[in-house]
């Protein structure tokens, strides 16, 4: 096991804070950094707990460090906002070692790399279970931010990417199969969709935004139910991979039920005015990202799935679908 | 077990985000808030993790959520700042039950109020066993933040209040003892001297200065050691509470080990050149906070511990002061 001073050495070594906004980095009772004055703060933090949001034989610990930040940036990602600084929560077992202890600190490298952040500060607890909270600082412009609430009736529904890839991939992981490479990489590497959220903002287009983490329609009712809205979405739009399409009758009888209710894809879910189809259309291809149109915001609360047909299923409960109609 | 919808609900009902600075509170994708412009952030987070940091019977559900944040804000209180705002990230199991969620929920109200911040944000995951990780944003102007850096040969070195309390309430709440309502105080509800860092650092009285979280001996290197410097200390100094004097004996043999090595009093430690004196104790009477000198830093690196005959007394290793000379 890492003794815990010779652990803060190495990530102060490691994580050298070179930013000139960094004015305290790791090391100090507490972090201090420069917020541009015109800017707001974004905070958002969310933590990967050992056998409840990973088990350690199927994730390696770089992966994992990754995907702890990657999530967290996909928040600040879901608001239009950069992400630009970090801190790590870190409940570490002594079972783990100093091989993963080293996998851990390069997957926050590397997510420090990827997503153009500084670590600055973090905390390292003993726990019998591994848990990673991260905890994400941001900036956004004042008058572009993308909250949940501001979706209107009409409004177009988009969705970024390909849904329930990720649920799926745990389930190939969790069946042992090696074949699902892509699968398996959107659960164990998920790419938060930051480019795109930001780009959406700065262009004013979206009404509402949201990351999916716990499955399209519990974050869909999050932009419409939660606000007195409803929506209506045509199954046959949901993008699906062509991955997902191949493998999803191996592990479960209907397609859609998965890629409606399996969180941890974090593609964007937002909403629009029908005027900016052809803008967001744009905004797509310059980033090559897919966003699909897959529905619209209605007066009434209430989701409404329509089949290939235009006939209404029903939502027995909040992100379980029943296909009985 | 409450369900995390109804708990967000109710989080949102019982932490209302009332300050104009919180843009975005509790519920979006991230938290924003909007920093004084000419002001730095500062950040910090910390853990407390069942049977590492707590024993479920030992504290309430009410004192752990209040102390999850009392020891953050202590972080800023050590740079000189004010905490503004925090955010919560909680590793609940079912096994505690809707009680312990209240309590919990009311330990980090009263925290709030008490430190006049406001919960923005946080998580709520499973977990086997219970951590509370708390993030808490504060704001501090930049020329007087206080680093642990900065400290001279020469300088005097202080505490505040008195030291070991904390780790001798523990063992005497372990040893099942009721009687010793102030020292498990000192444990259970530990009051940070955000008053006490942040008027030292308005005044500019201090060099360096760090909150007592892991014993007095190792934040007395991180403050000296670390930067290549040394202290002497006098033992008799050392400030002790009248009921650590009356109770340590029944703990242990030597009255100084559990009070130079005994973490978690949040006691501040600071140096300061010797022309302040006068400053520091005006500062002290106005707070009714004391504050002790207890020794001074030295140009040679090593911590040099005094008794009453002025004898040295060596000091193996870190954290562990052996009385053999």
Not at 235 to 257: A, E, K, T, V
């Amino acid at each position: 096991m890492i003794d815990e001073l010779s652990a803060l050495r190495r990530i102060k070594e490691r994580f050298r804070n070179v930013s000139k906004s960094v004015i305290m980095g790791i090391g100090d009772d507490a972090a201090a950094v420069q917020i541009h004055p015109e800017k707001q703060l974004l905070v958002t933090t969310d933590s990967q707990v050992e056998d409840v949001h990973f088990i350690k034989r199927q994730i390696s610990a770089e992966q994992l460090g990754r995907r702890a930040v990657a999530v967290s940036v996909s928040d600040i990602g879901a608001m239009g906002g950069v992400p630009k600084f970090f801190l790590v929560s870190l409940g570490f077992s002594k079972d783990y070692g100093e091989d993963f202890w080293e996998g851990l600190m390069d997957g926050f490298e590397a997510a420090g790399r990827e997503f153009e952040m500084e670590l600055i500060g973090g905390n390292i607890s003993a726990s019998e279970r591994l848990f990673v909270d991260v905890t994400v600082l941001g900036e956004v412009e004042p008058d572009i931010m993308v909250k949940r609430t501001g979706a209107s009736a009409g409004d177009i529904i988009y969705v970024s990417g390909t849904v329930g890839d990720s649920a799926l991939g745990l389930k190939a992981l969790l069946a042992g199969g090696k074949e699902d490479e892509y699968l398996v990489g959107r659960y164990t590497a998920p790419q938060p969709r930051l480019a795109l959220g930001r780009e959406l903002a700065k262009r004013k287009l979206v009404s509402s935004m949201i990351d999916i983490s716990d499955g399209l329609i519990l974050d869909l009712e999050r932009i419409t139910l939660e606000h007195g809205l409803g929506a209506r979405i045509s199954l046959g739009q949901i993008p699906l991979s062509s991955s997902y399409r191949r493998r999803i009758s191996d592990f479960m009888p209907d397609p859609y039920q998965l890629a409606l209710s399996g969180g941890e894809d974090y593609e964007l879910l937002f909403t629009s005015t029908e005027g900016n189809a052809g803008d967001i259309n744009e905004v797509s291809k310059i980033l090559e990202i897919p966003v699909t149109e897959i529905g619209h915001v209605t007066p009434e609360p209430g989701i409404i799935l329509l089949d290939a047909d235009g006939k209404e299923l029903s939502i027995e409960r909040r992100g379980f679908i029943h296909f009985s109609s």
